[in-house]
């Protein structure tokens, strides 16, 4: 069974910095080099939206709104994905679900809420 536990959210100023993580456990050694990992976000009222994602190469794409501050990263022996948030802004708020794409099947977390205050 495929399980991804977040970690890292919270409450912070305009301004400051937070670094999300997720592993992933469940996932056949085979399947991982295909296996694209990210970072979504959804706020009150907003369609869950693409923010980062990585894959196995450690390929990257961003959301137009995040790029120069957001950095994703990988640790493929461990699993895991990362997102560091930096100059963070009150419309950063959201609650932020890790994704792991593996061909056509999409695996999600829980969701870990991240709150920036002005």
């Known amino acids: 069974q495929v399980q991804l536990v977040e970690s890292g959210g919270g409450l912070v100023q305009a301004g400051g910095s937070l670094r999300l993580s997720c592993a992933a456990s469940g996932i056949r050694n085979r399947l991982i080099n295909i296996m694209v990992m990210g970072w979504y976000r959804q706020a009150p009222g907003k369609q869950r939206e693409l923010v980062a994602e990585i894959d196995y190469g450690g390929k990257t794409n961003y959301a137009d709104s995040v790029k120069g501050r957001f950095t994703i990263s990988r640790d493929n022996a461990k699993m895991t994905v990362y997102l560091q948030m930096n100059s963070l802004k009150p419309e950063d708020t959201a609650v932020y679900y890790c994704?792991?794409?593996?061909?056509?099947?999409?695996?999600w977390g829980q969701g870990t809420q991240v709150t920036v205050s002005s």
């Open positions: 994704n792991a794409h593996i061909i056509r099947y999409d695996f």
